[in-house]
């Protein structure tokens, strides 16, 4: 008998949907990336024609990179698209293959929590408003002296780091749902991919 198995479909449709439009929203920002680097490449070429460089342009691709990977993260793990080694399970069992699975998205589950709980405590370090008894109560520290900025841009890191806490959270939110499809899996005796 398997746990909450319509329950677990109907969030799996909810998870899957809010995974995807976060893993689009990344694509964008990549391709945002991959044109402000062209255009930026194109003005360092032709500085002899009045032409000139992006100003950040490297920063730009720092924040960006990361809000990407944290905007992917999410959607490959609902999708199960992280690496595997199937030569070492191809031969076993499907419940064993299940179990395997569920071991393996219960660990992840628990690396995402990490993640998740090591971003935040950064994002209160950098994070420059609420009053001493809020923050505690969130767990995000002293308030910071000043803003932490980039260097060229003075970009407020603190924009970055909750942009990727979005995509932190989905991914622990993914993570313990994948673990709970695991574990149905494990019931039924087989893997089922929708």
């Known amino acids: 008998m398997t746990i909450a198995k319509q329950a677990q479909l109907r969030v799996g449709r909810k998870l899957e949907a809010a995974t995807k439009w976060l893993a ?14 062209v255009v930026s490449i194109i003005g360092r070429a032709l500085i002899p024609l ?23 993260l999410p959607w490959c ?7 595997t080694v ?3 399970t ?8 299940a179990f395997l699975g569920l071991v393996g998205d219960s660990l992840l589950a628990v690396a995402s929590y990490v993640i998740l709980w090591r971003l935040w405590l950064g994002f209160g370090e950098k994070f420059p408003y609420g009053g001493d008894g809020i ?12 803003v932490e900025t980039t260097y060229e841009l003075e970009i407020a890191i603190w924009i970055p780091y909750a942009a990727c806490l979005l995509g932190a959270l989905l991914f622990f939110l993914v993570s313990a749902y994948s673990a709970w499809r695991a574990l149905n899996w494990v019931i039924e005796g087989r893997e089922e991919m929708i």
């Open 50 to 72: 009045g032409l000139r460089p992006l100003k950040g342009d490297f920063e730009m691709v720092e924040v960006g990179c990361a809000i990407a990977i944290f905007a992917f």
């Open 135 to 146: 923050r505690s109560f969130f767990g995000m520290g002293t308030k910071p002296f000043f």
């Open 24 to 37: 689009y929203a990344g694509g964008a920002v990549l391709v945002a990336m991959a044109v402000m680097t």
């Open 77 to 83: 793990q609902i999708r199960r698209g992280h690496v």
């Open 86 to 88: 199937d030569i070492f």
């Open 90 to 97: 191809s031969g076993l069992p499907e419940r064993m293959k």
